[in-house]
């Protein structure tokens, strides 16, 4: 399996591919991955010069570790084939499917993938996949889709286009996507990839993002894309272990340890009835804020 599959995402983000001074140098605001956009961003009869600018960029820019997503064109288009091909021949670290219905898509995706690899002398899985979720046939067959290869690390909500396939609109309050979260997430956790949540756009209205990120974070998603670099503080902050968090993890990692091996089941932490079920939570815990970069233990 690809080391970086399960790497650590909080933020992704979007960047029109065709604009230098955009893809230069985001990486100095910090975010986890940033995604390199050929599609929406990116007008009709400027695909070719927004192709070119993508290649240099991946070729030429050390992005000092962030991950470097390419949005390729949707399978409806005569672009994708040729998105993949410039994205792979560039050294990105994944590819992302918009408009994704099916494994069928992703199925479709990975073929041209493995054929791009190899005609560029790309190690072979080298190139990870994301898949966008935009309808509601996508969000019915999700989990087929996160089952659907090997190169998939996650899932993405893109809530403008589902709410309109809905015959809806994003109304702030969350109602419009529950649905959609909830079985999006369900079903990434049943297939053990990542899951990330849809853009907030309303960049004026900071109290609004900050309590979206709760709600999906107490949802169990891994992340959030985003559009603006004020929103990544917000994100990494509620995405990142308190050191109170962390203190308690390394209490139960440790008691549970100890408990098991005198064939104790249920114990008390802080005063709060553990059991071993808590022992997975605990780990990830850990093993967030070491990725996260405030560890500071020995476990």
Partial sequence: MNPNKKRLRRTMMFLNAQKPGLIKDPYIYKPDSIMLDLEDAVAENQKDAARFSLYHALQEIDYRGCERVVRINGLDTSYWKEDIRCAVAGGCDAIRLPKTES??????????VKAAEADFNIPEGRTLLMAAIESARGVMNVLEICESS?????????????????QTYITGTGVELMGARQNMIIAARAAGVQCFDTVFTDLENMEGFRKEVETIHLMGFDGKSIVNPRQIPVVHEIFTPTQKDIIFAEKVVREIDEKKAQGIGVFTVDGKMIDIAFYDGAKRTIDLAKASGVYKGDL
């Fill in 150 to 166: 090997e190169r998939l690390f996650g899932i993405a909500l893109s809530g403008g286009d589902y709410t309109k396939d809905l």
């Fill in 103 to 112: 494994a069928a898509d992703i199925v479709a995706v990975e073929q041209e």
